[in-house]
């Protein structure tokens, strides 16, 4: 078992950045691949990113490419989020996730263990 934890949502404004923060305990987060997800107020789940457990393959959703950028640092136990030029459609709770698998998974369903959330929100 793995718990994660977000941090560093908050209200920015458009243009803006934000780094958001996912810490692991629990587990070999190394082996974990790490994924980021997104849910906007009656909206789905959408996929933002996601990691492999090596940190040598990365996915990125096509709403944030170029924009956002994940990272990990295995002796932290943590994962990333870089997110530059903000948007307000960026607007959300994001959520890290993570799977044990050797794949890095872009479907929600395929992680076990999620964190709690985090809002972001972008002012116009």
């Known amino acids: 078992q793995v718990q994660l934890v977000e941090s560093g949502g908050g209200l920015v404004q458009a243009g803006g950045s934000l780094r958001l923060s996912c810490t692991a305990s629990?587990?070999?987060?190394?082996?974990?691949?790490m994924g980021w997800f997104r849910q906007a107020p009656g909206k789905e789940r959408e996929f933002v990113t996601a990691?492999?457990?090596?940190?040598?393959?990365?996915y990125y959703g096509e709403s944030v490419k170029g924009r956002f950028t994940i990272s990990r640092d295995n002796a932290k136990n943590t994962v990333y989020l870089q997110m530059n030029s903000l948007k307000p459609e960026d607007t959300a709770v994001y959520y890290c996730?993570?799977?044990?698998?050797?794949?890095?998974?872009?479907?929600?369903?395929?992680?076990?263990?999620w964190g709690q959330g985090t809002q972001v929100t972008v002012s116009s």
């Open positions: 996730a993570a799977d044990q698998g050797v794949d890095t998974p872009i479907s929600s369903t395929m992680y076990a263990y």
């Open positions: 629990g587990h070999t987060f190394s082996r974990y691949a």
């Open positions: 990691i492999s457990w090596t940190g040598r393959i990365t």
